[in-house]
Nanobody, 122 residues
Framework: QVQLVESGGGLVQPVGSLRLSCAAS????????MRWYRQAPGKQRELVAS???????NYAESVKGRFTISRDNAKNTAYLQMNSLKPEDTAVYYC????????????????WGQGTQVTVSS
């Protein structure tokens, strides 16, 4: 069993910053891609940023230049540094990871965290 736990959400004023963390624990042999998604009320869940095990990153156009995704492979943790936050960034942010749970299992399984609320408002 694998658990992903997000932290770092909260209420912040426009142009402020937050740093989200996603810690993976449990039966983990390796983690491939780690991603951050978000879902605002009444909207579909959207991919915000992703990072491969080698550190290659991709971002949604709406957050490029403002958000930075990173990871610490030794700690099985991903981060999302969010700067210059806007009201439209308000959403529940979810962590997602592709996890290989053992050396004898060659496939990667998809795991999700429970989400953390980010509210940008004055």
């Amino acid at each position: 069993q694998v658990q992903l736990v997000e932290s770092g959400g909260g209420l912040v004023q426009p142009v402020g910053s937050l740093r989200l963390s996603c810690a993976a624990s449990g039966s983990i042999f390796s983690i491939n891609d780690m991603r951050w998604y978000r879902q605002a009320p009444g909207k579909q869940r959207e991919l915000v940023a992703s990072i491969t095990i080698g550190g290659s990153t991709n971002y949604a156009e709406s957050v490029k230049g403002r958000f930075t995704i990173s990871r610490d492979n030794a700690k099985n943790t991903a981060y999302l540094q969010m700067n210059s936050l806007k009201p439209e960034d308000t959403a529940v942010y979810y962590c997602n990871a592709l996890v290989r749970v053992s050396i004898i299992r060659f496939s990667y399984d998809d795991y999700w965290g429970q989400g953390t609320q980010v509210t940008v408002s004055s």
